[in-house]
């Protein structure tokens, strides 16, 4: 059973470094970090089987963030599950720091370089594809953009991921809705998003990707269907917990300066009363 | 247009013989030798033609197909490998070199990973197929992504050769086949090293660097018609085009009177580009870059004309080296 008050005060936690590293002198993807707080969460916190102390443990479940911008929520979780020190954290985009906008391999905890959208899918296909065939019981789990979908080659990921039959693969798209330069329904449309997976072979489920309970049954379900890669379409919101960036354009990167620092680090407080 | 679109291939004895028929053909039997021996090798296949009967069928859990599909091919191919795996990939070269390139160059080559992009119909092999399925850039784009080793073999000696000795090496290696059959240059086992020419002809008063089939067995030719001249015109055969034989560049430049590069790709940023960048800052020295030029090359015709129309031929290469020797 998933500790449900746990998994909320770490999401608090993760999203107060998230906009801390967007207090940094380059900003950060505030928006899609903050959409995609959830679920990594949920992932890191009860999903995956991972070992902080040997990132590079064989039997681990790998993890890709195919929506790479989203890198301060990956660092935020990092620190939060043990894998780098918090204080890390404040190099964030530092000259020599490890954390890069976009995360970078030598990372623990790191199992990719992403962040040029649309190849996280291919990896996790050729992880998973071994894994299978090894016979190992580990999983993969690839976080993507809604707005990545727009990349053919996801395309080209999701037809090798039913053709091949990998169930020990796992998709989860941050449906939050919006892209640069306005919502996805505007700039590219992708719904109808379910049927458009499961025309390709993928067996998906729709959760809210804010209510951490609904997405720890959604990942305690998987494999949804035997021979068949599972979706978790997670419909979330831009800026999540920062009233002043929910579902606003101009949250997708977002550089704080100090007094809007103060103000979104008191919408979070209020939030997470509520 | 006709040209004199032939080659003398020469007579095979019992040795050779094995060796006979194109470099893929040849590539495909060997990886299923290398795949049998060490099952962490993983045949990566994107709809090539020939590979389900001639690998899939004998070892089908070290096969996938990935179908039309470059660019998720090396993203998949990078996953594999970065679970243990050593996979060869299949595909044509510019559909690697450039629909694919950004998948190499992040996922495979920054990762350092030990994925093998073997590729065929490189330069001008497809031929009559026309410019979409040309290389002649392909050897400049890869020889730029870090980590990566590049190989450019002769002939299905060189092939095998190639990939027996990089099965181990731990990071990415682009090796770059031909399509159709072309002419042994090898006729006798050598000693092969990846990084190290081959030097395939003696001769102290002009230096010629070939890689790949068709351009090496033009330096072989030019060496034998420039003897007939009096010129001694070393051959080096330059198999690995990245990391280059700097110190076998060097010597070529400090005791020959220049350099004839001949490949089959633009003449910028490949093997001429490359021998220049050597001995520019090593031994500066002239060097002759034959190769296609500074246009698209959408002449019709076979591997053979089409060479010959951008200057990539036996005469001009002997033109080219007497030129040198004269000073």
Redesign the interface.
């Known amino acids: 059973m998933a500790d449900i008050g746990f998994l909320a005060e770490r999401a608090h936690v993760i999203r107060t470094r998230i906009i801390e590293m967007g207090a940094s002198h380059t900003g950060t993807h505030v928006g899609g970090s903050l959409s995609a707080a959830d679920v990594l969460t949920v992932l890191y916190h009860h999903v995956l089987r991972v070992r902080p102390d040997e990132p590079g443990w064989p039997g681990r479940d790998?993890f890709v963030l195919s929506k790479g911008h989203a890198s301060a929520a990956l660092y935020a979780v990092l620190a939060d599950r043990g894998f780098l020190d918090p204080g890390e954290c404040a190099t964030y985009g530092e000259h020599g720091s490890r954390l890069a906008g976009h995360p970078l391999?030598r990372l623990p905890g790191v199992?990719?370089?992403t962040g040029?959208l649309?190849?996280?899918?291919?990896?996790?296909?050729?992880?998973?594809?071994?894994?299978r065939?090894?016979g190992l019981p580990a999983r993969v789990f690839v976080v993507l953009g809604d707005g990545e979908l727009q990349e053919?080659?996801v395309w080209?990921?999701v037809?090798?991921g039913a053709?091949?039959g990998l169930d020990n693969l796992t998709a989860v798209v941050d449906r939050n809705g919006w892209q640069i330069s306005g919502t996805t329904e505007e700039c590219m449309a992708l719904e109808p998003l379910a049927q458009r997976w499961t025309a390709f072979g993928w067996a998906a489920r729709e959760v809210d990707g804010h209510d951490l309970p609904a997405l720890c049954t959604a990942f305690e379900e998987l494999p949804y269907a035997p021979g068949r890669p599972g979706v978790v379409l997670a419909r979330t919101t831009k800026g999540r917990g920062v009233s002043l960036f929910e579902n606003r354009k101009k949250s997708h990167y977002v550089t704080l300066t100090p007094a809007l620092y103060q103000r979104a680090m008191a919408g979070l407080r209020a939030r997470s009363r509520t | 247009m006709t040209v004199d679109a032939t080659l003398t291939p020469p007579a095979l004895d019992g040795w050779a013989q094995t060796y006979a028929g194109a470099c893929r053909e040849h590539y495909r039997r060997v990886l299923l030798d290398l795949a049998r021996a060490d099952r962490r090798i993983m045949c990566v296949d994107s709809d090539m033609g020939g590979l389900e009967d001639g690998f899939a069928a004998h070892l089908p859990e070290q096969y996938v197909n990935v179908g039309i599909a470059e660019a998720n091919m090396m993203g998949v191919s990078a996953g594999l490998a970065a679970a243990g795996r050593i996979p060869y990939v299949n595909t044509i070269s510019t559909f690697a070199a450039t629909r694919a390139c950004e998948q190499m160059k992040i996922d495979i080559a920054s990762n350092n990973l030990p994925v093998r992009v073997v590729v065929t119909h490189g330069g001008l092999s497809a031929g009559h197929y026309g410019p979409t399925h040309h290389a002649l850039e392909d050897v400049a784009i890869v020889r730029t992504l870090p980590n990566m080793t590049v190989i450019v073999p002769a002939d299905a000696v060189e092939t095998e050769l190639a990939l027996r000795s990089t099965v181990d090496l731990p990071g990415p290696v682009f090796i770059r086949l031909g399509r159709a059959e072309t002419p042994l240059v090898h006729l006798a086992p050598y000693d092969f090293a990846v990084g190290r020419a081959v030097p395939l002809r003696p001769g102290d008063d002009v230096t010629i660097v070939a890689s790949g089939p068709i351009p090496t067995h033009l330096a072989v030719e030019a060496h034998e018609r420039l003897a007939a001249s009096g010129i001694g015109a070393r051959v080096l055969g330059m198999h690995t085009v990245k990391p280059i034989d700097v110190d076998a560049l060097v010597a070529a430049a400090g005791s020959t009177a220049g350099i004839v590069t001949v490949e089959d790709h633009v003449r910028t940023g490949g093997l001429g580009g490359a021998v220049c960048e050597v001995v520019s800052e090593h031994r500066p020295c002239r060097v002759h870059r034959l190769g296609v030029g500074d246009a698209f090359f959408d002449v019709v015709g076979s591997e053979l004309e089409l060479l010959h129309d951008a200057g990539v031929s036996t005469e001009r290469i002997v033109e080219a080296a007497t030129v040198l020797c004269r000073g």
Do not use: I
Request: hydrophobic share 45%; proline share 3%; no cysteine.
């Open positions: 790998r391999r199992e990719f370089p040029s649309g190849h996280g899918l291919s990896l996790g296909v050729g992880l998973a594809l071994a894994l065939r090894d053919g080659s080209e990921a037809m090798a053709h091949l």
